[in-house]
């Protein structure tokens, strides 16, 4: 499974963005989103499972994100409002078999990170 994740870019507070994750390959897996800021660990953001009727978050994102996928176009989003300076991060993608190893970040495929810069 190859990712692809796209959509980043410069905001302002309290703006949007949706972020994609293009995969290619064997793609009927539990995929995941997360995010790196400088000088922090990776951190979760959300899940959603292969059928796209299984979704969790973060409780730090919960109620601002939403996760989902597009099968047809083998393609999962992460659409974000609500934007916070704090939100300022790398963006990163992954897939995996179980949607437990994506909540725990054990993801076993990943995509290249794409970056989210709020700005107050």
């Known amino acids: 499974v190859q990712l692809q994740a796209s959509g980043g870019g410069v905001v302002q507070a309290g703006g949007s963005l949706r972020l994609s994750c293009a995969a290619s390959?064997?793609?009927?897996?539990?995929m995941g989103w997360f995010r790196q800021a400088p000088g922090k660990e990776r951190e979760y953001i959300a899940a959603?499972?292969?059928?796209?009727?299984?979704?969790n978050y973060a409780d730090s994102v919960k109620g601002r994100f939403t996760i989902s996928r597009d099968n047809a176009k083998n393609t999962m989003y992460l659409q974000m409002v609500s934007l916070k300076p704090e939100d300022t991060a790398v963006y990163y993608c992954?897939?995996?078999?179980?949607?437990?190893?994506?909540?725990?970040?054990?993801?076993?495929?990943w995509g290249q990170g794409t970056q989210v810069t709020v700005s107050s």
């Open positions: 992954a897939a995996d078999r179980l949607f437990s190893n994506i909540v725990a970040q054990r993801g076993a495929y």
């Open positions: 390959g064997r793609t009927f897996y539990d």
């Open positions: 959603i499972d292969s059928s796209g009727g299984r979704e």
